[in-house]
């Protein structure tokens, strides 16, 4: 694990491991998978590979990416959507070819259900798997939305979102009766399927999770505590966050 003194310089790092990542690939003449999380951790990695973008012609012409997740039900265009996150906080401002871009439908209902999940995993393994996967980490353990619970060999899958989640979510939603009682989300196994996986966590109302996460016993109680048996997993912490770690 890595602490920094602030999510700025760390965020900063981490962008830049990213593009290292799809220069290469570039060189190499090859894909870059990349696997994306939403939320208020990542938005300076997004920021931050925008400007190398526009300043220092990085191009995401390579880059093939997922989404952990999505709200459901949820229509794209609604402000709320991890669709209009994305493309508002990084696609509308780079050169990834539209049909690169993967999110969870957020529309989809009932029996079209099981077969689009299958088909997202299938859709990642066709590219060859997730070369680098970014993630958050919610008070309940969750990554993506996988909560408490959640099985060490899950894949894509709808799941019901915890309580705690909906709470820290009602803000952005005008009150927790808005914010949607289930989601659809990538598994553990489909995080553990990636070739590097980095976890960022800022400020001081992560710090217990943070703990629980990479102190505590390996359980399904606390899904992020799977990430302990990944080979090439690392947390990208604040001070404010990493401030329970002994
Ligand atoms: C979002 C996601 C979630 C968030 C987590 C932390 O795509 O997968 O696991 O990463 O809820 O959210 P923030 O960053 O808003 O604290």
Not at 143 to 154: L, T
Request: hydrophobic share 35%; net charge negative; charged share 25%.
């Amino acid at each position: 694990n890595v602490i920094f003194d602030d999510s700025n310089t760390a965020s900063i790092k981490v962008a830049e491991e990213i593009a290292t990542l799809i220069r290469k690939k570039q060189k190499a003449d090859k894909t870059c998978v990349l696997g994306l999380a939403t939320g208020s951790s990542p938005i300076r990695v997004y920021e931050e590979l925008v400007r190398m973008h526009k300043e220092e012609g990085l191009s995401f012409s390579n880059v093939v990416t997922f989404n952990l997740d999505e709200y459901l039900p949820m229509e794209k265009d609604n402000r709320q959507s991890y669709w209009y996150f994305m493309h508002e906080h990084l696609f509308n401002h780079i050169d990834i070819p539209k049909e690169n871009v993967h999110i969870p439908d957020g529309t989809i209902t009932g029996d079209q259900v099981l077969e689009y999940c299958l088909a997202y995993e299938k859709r990642i393994r066709e590219f060859g798997g997730l070369d680098f996967q970014l993630l958050g980490i919610g008070r309940t353990g969750h990554i993506g939305f996988n909560e408490p619970g959640s099985h060490y060999n899950s894949g894509t899958r709808v799941i019901t979102l915890d309580h705690i989640t909906r709470v820290d979510a009602a803000p952005s939603f005008l009150g927790i009766d808005h914010v949607p009682r289930k989601a659809i989300t990538m598994g553990i196994a489909t995080v553990r399927s990636a070739k590097r996986i980095v976890l960022l966590g800022w400020g001081q109302n992560k710090a217990e999770i943070i703990k629980k996460t990479v102190e505590g016993e390996i359980s399904s109680h606390v899904p992020a505590t799977y990430l302990q048996q990944h080979k090439n997993c690392t947390f990208v912490l604040d001070t404010g966050a990493g401030s329970e770690l002994t």
